[in-house]
Structures are given as C-alpha cells and as structure tokens.
T-cell receptor
C-alpha cells in the first residue's frame, strides 16, 4: 500500500533562509508525487508535481523538489524563505495518474520568522 | 483562471441535524473528489466520481453520509444526522483525463463544518 511520511510537523526558518520540508513515500510501483500548500481556512493549492519526467521539478513561488528513487524521497526546497511562505504544506502520492485518489502526509507547518 | 467552487464556506450546526455541501468542479473535469480534513491532519478521500458514477466510496460512512453527482457536473455531499466527530474541513477537488490539460487535482476553498 502506498503511504507518505512528512518528517517534522513544524519547521521554523528565518526570512531569507533555506526552506527544506521532508517527504518520504512508500510505493511498490513508480508513483506520482505532489506538494500542496494550504493557507488558513483555505483549500489546497498545487505547488508542483512529479510525473516520471525530470527528477528535479520546479513549481510556483520559487519552490522545487527532487525525486530520489533510491531514497524514496521527494523533499521540497526553496532557497530563500519569504514571510508569505508561512503556511501548511502537504506531500501526496498517487499511483493512478490523474484520476487516482491522493494519499496525503500529515502536513508540515512552516513558520517564517522576521 | 478556472476554479472549483464550493458552498457554503462555513457551516455551524447542532448534532443530529442534516447538512449539505455543494461543489462545482472546473468545467470539463470528469473526475470529482470529496475529501475530509480533520484539524491537524492531511485530507482523506471520502468519495470519488467519474462523471456521474461512484468509483471509490470505501471510506464514506454510508450510514450517515451520501454523495451524488446526478448530471456528472456539480455534486452534493450530505450528512444526516451530523455528529460531533464530523467537525472538519470538507474539500472538493476535480481533475481531467485530457492529455492537454494541467495534470493534478485542483481543490476548492472548502467548507468548514462545526457540529455543536
């Protein structure tokens, strides 16, 4: 069965510092992987996705993630944090391409300090 | 930019009452999903539609929850009777099989349900 583990429920960084949010997946076949961001009392916005093309995926707002099969990881990074990046971030996996249900991690709350 | 619409945004109800949530997916998206997100957790799928047909409702508490998508476009999720444990965010998402469209599920703003 597929699953996602997000390491660290809370991450705090200073403005301008590197952001690193960790995601490890479990899947018996090559997965499709996603990162979503959620602001308070709002829905989820798609940041980026891995669909078996390039292993380094660039998304919106300066975020990127690298698919590492050997480590079963899909960590999210951003070189320089901005105050507006403070939100909750979810990693998700599906095996079924564009029509399969998403299995989400528990989420990581990113705090950005001035 | 096309968006998934949901209403209401917030709903407060007393336990044992009935509640209903509405979702209008992005035009042309044949697949529609309802997820439930309990505070502090990731969303979990309740039901998935392909056009008007249910393709996965394995996690839907069918004794009190029902979902329909009669014409294969918009959808309604109902809870009757509501229980305290149903307090959560209910998220609707849609996606398409079309190869030319953006890949992924697109979410609406959600309905925050509070059961008193």
């Amino acid at each position: 069965a597929q699953s996602v583990t997000q390491l660290g429920s809370h991450v705090s960084v200073s403005e301008g510092a590197l952001v690193l949010l960790r995601c490890n997946y479990s899947s018996s076949v090559p997965p499709y992987l996603f990162w979503y961001v959620q602001y308070p009392n709002q829905g989820l916005q798609l940041l980026l996705k891995y669909t078996s093309a390039a292993t380094l995926v660039k998304g919106i707002n300066g975020f990127e993630a690298e698919f590492k099969k050997s480590e079963t990881s899909f960590h999210l990074t951003k070189p320089s944090a901005h105050m507006s990046d403070a939100a909750e971030y979810f990693c998700a996996v599906t095996l079924s391409g564009n029509t399969g249900k998403l299995i989400f991690g528990q989420g990581t709350t990113l705090q950005v300090k001035p | 930019e096309a968006e998934v619409a949901q209403s209401p945004r917030y709903k407060i109800t007393e336990k044992s009452q009935a509640v209903a949530f509405w979702c209008d997916p992005i035009s042309g998206h044949a697949t529609l999903y309802w997820y439930r997100q309990i505070l502090g957790q990731g969303p979990e799928l309740l039901v998935q539609f392909q056009d008007e047909s249910v393709v996965d409702d394995s996690q839907l508490p069918k004794d009190r929850f029902s979902a329909e998508r009669l014409k294969g476009v918009d959808s309604t999720l109902k809870i009757q009777p509501a229980e305290l444990g149903d307090s959560a965010m209910y998220l609707c998402a849609s996606s398409t099989l079309s190869g030319g469209s953006p890949f992924g599920q697109f979410f609406g703003p959600g309905t925050r349900l509070t059961v008193l």
